[in-house]
């Protein structure tokens, strides 16, 4: 109806005369504004019967890859081992045989303080220890007193007299028998054996007692003195160790406060030594993903400015919340036999917590997240339109997300350029300038022409 309508205006206008005149100039202007609304009506109802142009995406396949889910954190590298040796006594120190950086074994002499006292009186208890254990040893080995030698002797001679009286009154017992000797003969000599009898146990007795009592007394006293001289020995050679400073690990000399000549105060650290042969990087995570970790676990430590991380395993998983945080911390073990790593430093730590096998992988740029929080991602149809696609995901590594729920292996989504993209556009297939999955060509389901194949 709009043609027909322009048609019979252009009629009307081929009737007027074409004759110059005053009439003509004031129609024109009018007549020109009448046909532009008409022009842009035709201009679009030409450009709606063409064909829609296809928007330029970056398209990938979907595959199956090992996906790693890994936690990170900041951590702060510790050494090892560490001792800082506070000496026992106040003493000027004599001599240092070590210096800042030297490295030092366990046990060996780092340095000496002032000790001509405590030598001097290491030495005189020495000589009341030894004098002590000869007397024990004297009183051990060295003849009974007067009593117990008595003792012993009228023991002896107790039993030598009831020997005898036992032999007289045998005899007299078989002269009695024969009728050789009369009766009362052998009463006496009954009276006699019983009289050497007692006298024998009573001197037994006298013995034994003598020797129960004076001489366990004796051999206590001896033995109380040596006692009491070892631990006065004992503690004066203590006392002079105490001036030689040597060191508990292995390690290195961090710290030297003093030089030689200067006191040394008990109790304040004179030296310190650090044990860097491996370091211990400790961190404090959030409780879930504390619990994803496990000791023996795999982990990297990044040092800033270093473009190598360094491998370790995780050696601590603390059983107990930090009061202050609720955090939970965690140990990371690793080997610095070159040294590059240094105690007090700030580094990150990502710790491998799980790995999953033959995981449906898509990169992180084609996820889109709605405002009630579901997952979607634009799957590519066959022919070239993108579809969305609501997705379930499950962990994630760097630019990497797992899937899985929604999509299968071999399946195109667009990878970048899928955000704001109304559903069933006419996509033109774009590879990505690098990463697994990309779809090399110009479009999925396309002619030659550029145009979707619509059979």
């Keep these: 109806m709009k043609i027909t309508s322009t048609s019979r205006q252009t009629a009307r206008l081929k009737a007027v005369p074409s004759r110059p005149g005053p009439a003509v100039s004031r129609r024109c202007p009018k007549i020109v504004l009448a046909m532009l609304p008409l022009v842009f009506l035709l201009s679009c109802s030409k450009n709606s019967g063409e064909k829609e142009a296809a928007v330029p995406v970056q398209v990938v396949t979907v595959q199956k890859e090992t996906i790693q889910r890994t936690v990170t954190a900041e951590a702060i590298l ?24 030297s490295h030092v074994h366990k046990g060996q002499l780092l340095a000496v303080l002032e000790n001509s006292d405590l030598a001097a009186a290491a ?15 004297t009183t051990t080995v060295s003849d009974l007193p007067q009593a117990i030698q008595k003792a012993q002797l009228d023991t002896q001679a107790a039993k030598q007299l009831f020997a005898a009286q036992q032999k007289i009154f045998n005899s007299r017992q078989d002269l009695v028998q024969q009728g050789a000797m009369p009766r009362k003969e052998l009463d006496q000599a009954g009276v006699d054996l019983t009289n050497a009898r007692n006298q024998y146990e009573i001197a037994q007795k006298r013995l034994d007692a003598l020797m129960a009592g004076g001489k366990q007394q004796q051999l206590k006293s001896a033995a109380g003195q040596l006692e009491s001289a070892k ?10 160790s105490y001036s030689e400073i040597r060191s508990p690990i292995d390690g290195v000399v961090v710290d030297r406060p003093l030089n030689p000549g200067e006191m040394a105060a008990a109790g304040t650290p004179l030296l310190t030594v650090m044990d860097v042969s491996q370091v211990i990087a ?35 998983v603390s059983p107990a919340l930090d009061p202050n945080s609720t955090t939970v911390e965690i140990w ?14 700030s580094v990150r730590l990502a710790m491998l917590a799980q ?60 990878a970048s350029g899928a955000y ?9 297939a774009e590879s990505p300038a690098a990463g697994p999955g ?3 060509g110009a479009g999925l389901g396309e002619d030659k022409s550029g145009k979707p194949d619509e059979k």
Excluded at 129 to 135: G, L, S, T, V
Excluded at 288 to 294: Q, T
Excluded at 420 to 428: C, E, M, R, S, V
């Design 78 to 101: 510790f050494p090892l081992q560490q001792a800082a040796i506070t000496p026992k006594i106040s003493a000027p120190v004599k001599a240092f045989y070590i210096k800042r950086g």
């Design 123 to 137: 030495q005189e208890n020495q000589g009341s220890y030894d004098q002590a254990q000869a007397a024990y040893a």
């Design 231 to 240: 631990g006065k020995y004992l503690g004066a050679a203590a006392q002079l």
């Design 282 to 316: 400790r961190a404090h995570i959030p409780q879930p993903e504390a619990a994803l970790l496990k000791v023996g676990d795999k982990a990297t430590i990044t040092v800033p400015g270093e473009d190598n991380p360094v491998e370790g395993k995780i050696t601590v």
């Design 332 to 345: 990371v073990q690793a080997k610095n036999s070159d040294q590059r790593l240094k105690p007090g430093t």
């Design 355 to 414: 790995t999953i096998p033959d995981a449906l992988v898509i990169p992180a740029t084609a996820l889109l997240t709605g405002q009630d929080g579901t997952t979607s991602v634009m799957q590519v149809s066959a022919d070239s339109h993108a579809h969305q696609k609501n997705v379930k995901v499950g962990i994630r590594q760097g630019d990497e997300v797992q899937v899985i729920e929604g999509l299968q292996a071999g399946d195109h989504i667009v």
């Design 420 to 428: 704001g993209l109304p559903d069933n556009t006419w996509i033109k």
């Design 438 to 440: 990309a779809v090399q």
